[in-house]
């Protein structure tokens, strides 16, 4: 059985729990099956928790290995975003959330509206989020791919250029399609502005 108390010692600011799982201390790396684990702040607030069904820890680089995880990113006690993608790892004493391959980002006010990204990655103790490769959102208004973009904690996605967006028709099917420089998705309004580098060219489209 996981010593609880001793990992608690080791890592202070998460709590994990696990099934039965032999772990031998000297080991470098330690396996650990079923991770459930909530990420706490100085003053005791929840930030994320993570579930993964296959995971390892390294008493080394004291970094955590994730496979198949699933992040949720909270608000007090509220989820704001659920995270999933093929791997993952958990650095710097769990300030360094770094996830890999299909990347899957899913808000709670809609179930069609998905970020998709090959990485995600997140200082805790930045408010943004940096997602990385083949990005793409798409809503039943909207697909708008690029290769980089950001996610502010005011509920904004910054989509670097260059940038392709699709609207979409009655139908959900494809109306038009236009490349632009920057775009700006706000999650909160349902709105994309779109504006050129110069700052002359700028538009906005409500949905």
Do not use: H
Not at 9 to 28: A, S, T, W
Not at 33 to 62: A, C, H, Q, R, V
Not at 149 to 177: H, M, Q, R, T, W
């Amino acid at each position: 059985m996981i010593n609880i108390y001793r990992l608690i010692i080791i890592l202070p600011l998460f709590m994990l729990g696990c099934v039965p799982n032999v772990i031998d201390e000297k080991e470098i790396i330690q396996e650990i099956n079923s991770l459930d684990m909530t990420i706490f702040s100085k003053s005791g607030d929840k930030i994320y928790s993570i579930t993964s069904p296959n995971s390892s820890y390294d008493n080394i680089e004291l970094k955590f290995e994730l496979k198949k995880p699933i992040i949720n990113i909270l608000n007090g006690e509220e989820t704001k975003y659920i995270i999933s993608s093929e791997e993952s790892t958990l650095s710097d004493n769990n300030k360094l959330l770094k996830l890999q391959g299909n990347v899957k980002l899913k808000t709670l006010k809609k179930d069609d509206e998905i970020l998709n990204a090959d990485n995600f990655i997140w200082n805790i103790e930045n408010t943004n989020y940096l997602l990385e490769g083949n990005i793409r959102f798409e809503n039943q208004n909207i697909i708008l791919n690029s290769g980089r973009a950001i996610l502010g904690s005011d509920n904004i996605i910054e989509f670097f250029s260059p940038v392709k967006y699709i609207i979409k028709d009655e139908n959900n099917e494809n109306k038009y399609e236009i490349n632009s420089e920057n775009a700006f998705y706000n999650l909160k309004n349902e709105s994309v502005s779109f504006e050129a580098k110069d700052k002359r060219v700028k538009s906005t489209i409500y949905f």
